[in-house]
C-alpha cells in the first residue's frame, strides 16, 4: 500500500514538472544557439564599421603588388563582392542541410559545421598579415556557409528536443541570439575599440571562439531523441536522451508520441526536396514556409538599416554619433527578440506573426510619407525615427523569428530536413537579392522603395490570416492532422494502428497501394 502511494506521489511529481526547462534543455539550447546562431548575426554586421579601414588594406595591398593605385571601380566590385558572398554561402549552406542532418544527425551537423568557422575566422585574422585580400573574400563564402547550416540546423535541433509547450519560446532562442550577435559586432566595431586600422583583423578573426567552445562542449549533451528513434531506429538511445533533458524516467507518453510520428509516415520514407515540392500531402505547408520566408527577408528589413544612418542624421545626430545610435538599435532588436521568447507561448505563433508584419507594413507607408516630407516640415525627420523603431519592433517579435519556428513545427521528421533546406534557401535568395537590387530601387525610386515593401507584408498578412494555422502547444501530428484537411487528404494512422494489431501476408504491399491512391 505504502509502495502503492510512494509510486503515485513519484507519477503526480513527474506529471507536474512535464514540460519545464530542465537545466540540460538550457545548457543545449544556449550552447547551440552561442556556437552557431550568435555567429551568422555577428557575421551580418561586422564588416559595416571597419569597412573604410578594410578598402584603405585593398588597395594598399593592390599598390603594393602592381605599383599602381586601384581603380575605383574595381574597389568597389572587390568590396560588392566582399559584402555578397556572405548570403550567397548561406544559399549554398542551405542547400547542404538536408544530406548532411540525415547522415550525421543534428547534433552531428553542427560540430561538422563548426570547421568552417574556425578556418574562416584564422583566414580573416591573418589576412593583413599575409597582406591578401582575395582570402577576406573566400572566407565570406565560408562563414556564409557557417551561417547558412547554422541558421537551419539549430532550429530544428532545439525544436526536435523541446517539450510541447516550449517549443515556441525555445524556437525563438536562436533568433535572439542572432540579435545578440549582431549587438556584439557594432560594440566591438566602434572606432574606439576594433572599428579601426588595427583592429579589424581581430574583430574578423574573434568568430572563431564560439565554435571552439561549441566544439568542445556540445559533444557532452545528447542528439535529438526523434532522429535517434526514427531515423536511426534506435529506441534505448533514444529513451536515455529523453530522460536526461525531461529530468526523469517516465517518458512513455513522449516516446509513444514519437512512434505515432514514425508510423504515421512509414510508408514516405525520407523526402529529397524534389518529392516534398510533388507531394500533395505538403503543399500548402511547403508553401507556407516559402510565403513567409520571403515576407521576412523581401519586408525591407536590410533597406530600414541601410537608410537607418541617414534618417538619424537627417534629425540632427553627429555624424560621429552615428554609429552609437546604431548599437541603440540593435539593443532594442535584442530586447524586443528577447520579449518574443516569454510571449510567444501565450499569445501563439499566429498573433505575433500577424502583429510583427502589420507593425512593419504600417512603419513602411508612414516611413515613405516622413521622407517625403521631412525637407518641408520639420518634425517629420523625427517621425522617421519613430518609424524606424516601431518597424524594428514589428521584425523582432514576429517576422524575423516565427517562420524558423513554424517551419519546425509544420513538417514531420522525414519531411523536415527537406522542408528547413527549401525555407533555408528562400530565406538566403531573398537576402542575396534584397543586397543586389535595393541600391538601385534607392536610386530609381527613393523614399518610395519603401511602399514595395509595404505591399509585400502586406501581402504575408493576408496569406497568414487565411492559410497558417496557430500550432502553440500541439504535437507534430496533431498540427499534421490540420494542415491534412487543407491539403485534402487522410492520414494513416487509424489504419496502420490496425495493421500492427492485425498483420496478414501481404499487409505492407496492401498498405502502400491504398495510401498511394488516396493521397
Known amino acids: 500500500m505504502k509502495l502503492k502511494r510512494e509510486k503515485q506521489e513519484s507519477s503526480d511529481c513527474n506529471e507536474g514538472s512535464k514540460?519545464?526547462?530542465?537545466?540540460?534543455?538550457?545548457?543545449?539550447?544556449?550552447?547551440s544557439a552561442f556556437g552557431s546562431s550568435f555567429q551568422y548575426g555577428y557575421n551580418v554586421s561586422v564588416i559595416n564599421s571597419p569597412a573604410l579601414y578594410m578598402q584603405d588594406f585593398y588597395n594598399r595591398t593592390y599598390f603594393d603588388r602592381s605599383g599602381v593605385p586601384m581603380d575605383s571601380g574595381f574597389q568597389t566590385l572587390l568590396w560588392s563582392l566582399t559584402v555578397s558572398m556572405y548570403p550567397l554561402g548561406g544559399l549554398f549552406g542551405s542547400l547542404m542541410v538536408w544530406p548532411l542532418v540525415n547522415n550525421c544527425g543534428r547534433k552531428g551537423t553542427l560540430l561538422i559545421n563548426n570547421l568552417f568557422s574556425i578556418a574562416a575566422a584564422i583566414l580573416m585574422g591573418t589576412s593583413e598579415l599575409a597582406k591578401t585580400f582575395e582570402v577576406i573574400i573566400l572566407s565570406r563564402v565560408i562563414i556564409g556557409i557557417y551561417a547558412g547550416l547554422a541558421s537551419n540546423v539549430v532550429p530544428m535541433f532545439l525544436g526536435e528536443m523541446s517539450p510541447k509547450n516550449l517549443r515556441g519560446a525555445i524556437g525563438i532562442v536562436p533568433q535572439l541570439f542572432i540579435t545578440l550577435g549582431i549587438l556584439v559586432a557594432q560594440i566591438l566595431g566602434l572606432n574606439s575599440i576594433l572599428g579601426n586600422a588595427e583592429g579589424w583583423p581581430v574583430l574578423l578573426g574573434l568568430t572563431g571562439i564560439p565554435s571552439l567552445i561549441q566544439l568542445l562542449i556540445l559533444p557532452f549533451f545528447p542528439e535529438s531523441p526523434r532522429y535517434l528513434l526514427i531515423q536511426k531506429g534506435n529506441e534505448e538511445q533514444a529513451r536515455q536522451a529523453?530522460?536526461?533533458?525531461?529530468?526523469?524516467?517516465?517518458?512513455?507518453?513522449?516516446?509513444?508520441?514519437?512512434?505515432?510520428?514514425?508510423?504515421?509516415?512509414?510508408?514516405?520514407?525520407?523526402?529529397?526536396v524534389l518529392s516534398l515540392c510533388t507531394f500533395r500531402g505538403l503543399r500548402w505547408q511547403l508553401i507556407s514556409i516559402v510565403v513567409m520566408m520571403m515576407g521576412q527577408q523581401l519586408s525591407g528589413v536590410n533597406a530600414v538599416f541601410y537608410y537607418a544612418d541617414r534618417i538619424f542624421q537627417s534629425a540632427g545626430v553627429d555624424?560621429?554619433?552615428v554609429q552609437y545610435v546604431t548599437?541603440?538599435?540593435?539593443?532594442?532588436?535584442?530586447?524586443m527578440t528577447l520579449l518574443a521568447v516569454f510571449i510567444v507561448e501565450s499569445l501563439g505563433r499566429r498573433i505575433l506573426l500577424l502583429a510583427g508584419f502589420g507593425l512593419c507594413c504600417v512603419s513602411c507607408a508612414v516611413l515613405t510619407l516622413a521622407l517625403n516630407l521631412q525637407t518641408t516640415v520639420s518634425w517629420m525627420s523625427y517621425l522617421s525615427i519613430v518609424c524606424v523603431i516601431v518597424y524594428i519592433i514589428g521584425h523582432a517579435i514576429g517576422a524575423s523569428p516565427i517562420p524558423f519556428v513554424m517551419i519546425t513545427e509544420m513538417f514531420l521528421q522525414s519531411s523536415r530536413p527537406a522542408a528547413f533546406m527549401v525555407g533555408g534557401s528562400v530565406h538566403w535568395l531573398c537576402n542575396f537579392t534584397v543586397g543586389l537590387v535595393f541600391l538601385?530601387?534607392?536610386a530609381g525610386l527613393g523614399p518610395y522603395s519603401f511602399l514595395i515593401f509595404c505591399a509585400i507584408c502586406l501581402a504575408t498578412i493576408v496569406y497568414i490570416f487565411f492559410i497558417v494555422p496557430?500550432?502553440?502547444?500541439?504535437?507534430?501530428?496533431?498540427i499534421n492532422k490540420i494542415m491534412a484537411k487543407r491539403n485534402k487528404v487522410e492520414i494513416q494512422e487509424d489504419k496502420e494502428e490496425f495493421e500492427d494489431f492485425h498483420t496478414v501476408p501481404g499487409g505492407q504491399a496492401e498498405k502502400k497501394e491504398i495510401s498511394s491512391s488516396e493521397l
Open 19 to 31: 514540460g519545464k526547462m530542465t537545466l540540460l534543455l538550457a545548457l543545449v539550447t544556449l550552447i
Open 242 to 272: 529523453l530522460q536526461k533533458l525531461r529530468g526523469w524516467d517516465d517518458v512513455d507518453d513522449e516516446m509513444e508520441e514519437i512512434r505515432q510520428e514514425d508510423r504515421s509516415e512509414k510508408e514516405e520514407g525520407h523526402f529529397s
Open 319 to 321: 555624424s560621429n554619433d
Open 327 to 335: 548599437v541603440s538599435i540593435g539593443a532594442i532588436n535584442v530586447v
Open 440 to 442: 538601385y530601387m534607392e
Open 470 to 478: 496557430e500550432t502553440k502547444n500541439k504535437t507534430f501530428m496533431e
